[in-house]
């Protein structure tokens, strides 16, 4: 079953940090590309940081500076560091995969979201 699989979110103070991983796992030849999106209660889903075409990265605004995305790609893991976490960070986060190929095909993949909570 190819999938992906996050981890890494909680609860954290504001200023805090948190390291969330996503996996994707089975039959995968290659992904095109990885991204983090986030789901705020109540609003819609937006891209937070994510590797574009040329392999350089992209981030909201709002994370600038304070979020960082890595991959390993032997792995097919992306990570997300997020640093200096404030309140309106709060919201859930979503793995995104786009252009995997498996054996049925190209397919995009979402993992089942991370809850990351930051408050005092």
């Known amino acids: 079953q190819v999938q992906l699989v996050e981890s890494g979110g909680g609860l954290v103070q504001p200023g805090g940090s948190l390291r969330l991983s996503c996996a994707a796992s089975?039959?995968?030849?290659?992904?095109?590309?990885m991204g983090w999106y986030r789901q705020a209660p109540g609003k819609q889903r937006e891209l937070v940081a994510g590797?574009?075409?040329?392999?350089?990265?992209n981030y909201a605004d709002s994370v600038k500076g304070r979020f960082t995305i890595s991959r390993d790609n032997a792995k097919n893991t992306v990570y997300l560091q997020m640093n200096s976490l404030k309140p309106e960070d709060t919201a859930v986060y979503y793995c995104?995969?786009?252009?995997?190929?498996?054996?049925?095909?190209?397919?995009?993949?979402w993992g089942q979201g991370t809850l990351v909570t930051v408050s005092s």
């Open positions: 995104n995969a786009k252009n995997v190929l498996t054996i049925t095909g190209f397919r995009e993949l």
């Open positions: 089975g039959s995968i030849f290659s992904i095109y590309t």
């Open positions: 590797f574009t075409s040329s392999s350089s990265t």
